[in-house]
T-cell receptor, first 116, second 111 residues
C-alpha cells in the first residue's frame, strides 16, 4: 500500500487563489521531504527540500514567497502555492525518506494543479 | 553540474525484452534508481542499486551498472502491455544527497 499520501490529487481554481497541498508519510517518520514539479512530458524538477522543524531549502530559481513550505511534524509537509496564476499550473509531487533507514525515497501520487 | 540522460522513446513487442539506458555524470553517486510513472500518476520505485554493485536482479528486472562509464541500464524480461509507461533513472548525488532525475524514457509495448 501507499506509504506517502498526497492530497488533493487534483485542484482546479481561479487565478489569485492560494492552494495548499499536503504530503504525509503514513508509517514512518520523515525528517526530510522533497517537493518536485513536473511539466508535461518532462522530468521532475526538485523545487525544495523540506526539513522538519526548520526552514526549507529552495533550489535556485524557485521563489520562496511563491511556494511556501511548512514541515511542522515528522509525518507532514505542506506546500502552499500563493496567489496562483495559470503559469503555476503543473503536476506537483512530494517524496519522503524514512529517517531511520537508508532506503529510497517514497513518492506520493502527485497533485494536478490547474489555474484558470 | 550533475546531469542524467536517457533516450526518449523505446518501442518493443509484447514478450520481447526491453533495455532502457541511462548515463550520468556524478562519479560520487551513492545509489542509482529506476522509477516507473504511469499517465497522471506519481512515481513507483522499481529497483535500485548501490554504486559498488555491478548487477542486481529482481524477478523480471535486471539492473546493470558500469561505474567506469557511468552507464546504468534496466532490462525488463518478457515485456507486457502493462509495462507501458515512462521510466526514469535517478542518481543520489554523493555531495548533496538529492535525487537527480533523468529525462525519462517512454516505453511503448505493442501487442
Amino acid at each position: 500500500g501507499a506509504v506517502v499520501s498526497q492530497h488533493p490529487s487534483r485542484v482546479i481554481c481561479k487565478s489569485g487563489t492560494s492552494v495548499k497541498i499536503e504530503c504525509r508519510s503514513l508509517d514512518f517518520q520523515a525528517t526530510t521531504m522533497f517537493w518536485y514539479r513536473q511539466f508535461p512530458k518532462q522530468s521532475l524538477m526538485l523545487m525544495a527540500t523540506s526539513n522538519e522543524g526548520s526552514k526549507a531549502t529552495y533550489e535556485q530559481g524557485v521563489e520562496k514567497d511563491k511556494f511556501l513550505i511548512n514541515h511542522a511534524s515528522l509525518t507532514l509537509s505542506t506546500l502552499t502555492v500563493t496567489s496562483a496564476h495559470p503559469e503555476d499550473s503543473s503536476f506537483y509531487i512530494c517524496s519522503a525518506r524514512d529517517r531511520h533507514s537508508n532506503q529510497p525515497q517514497h513518492f506520493g501520487d502527485g497533485t494536478r494543479l490547474s489555474i484558470l | 553540474g550533475e546531469d542524467v540522460e536517457q533516450s526518449l522513446f523505446l518501442s518493443v513487442r509484447e514478450g520481447d525484452s526491453s533495455v532502457i539506458n541511462c548515463t550520468y555524470t556524478d562519479s560520487s553517486s551513492t545509489y542509482l534508481y529506476w522509477y516507473k510513472q504511469e499517465p497522471g500518476a506519481g512515481l513507483q520505485l522499481l529497483t535500485y542499486i548501490f554504486s559498488n554493485m555491478d548487477m542486481k536482479q529482481d524477478q523480471r528486472l535486471t539492473v546493470l551498472l558500469n561505474k567506469k562509464d557511468k552507464h546504468l541500464s534496466l532490462r525488463i524480461a518478457d515485456t507486457q502491455t502493462g509495462d507501458s509507461a515512462i521510466y526514469f533513472c535517478a542518481e543520489r548525488g554523493g555531495a548533496t544527497n538529492k535525487l537527480i532525475f533523468g529525462t525519462g524514457t517512454l516505453l511503448a509495448v505493442q501487442p
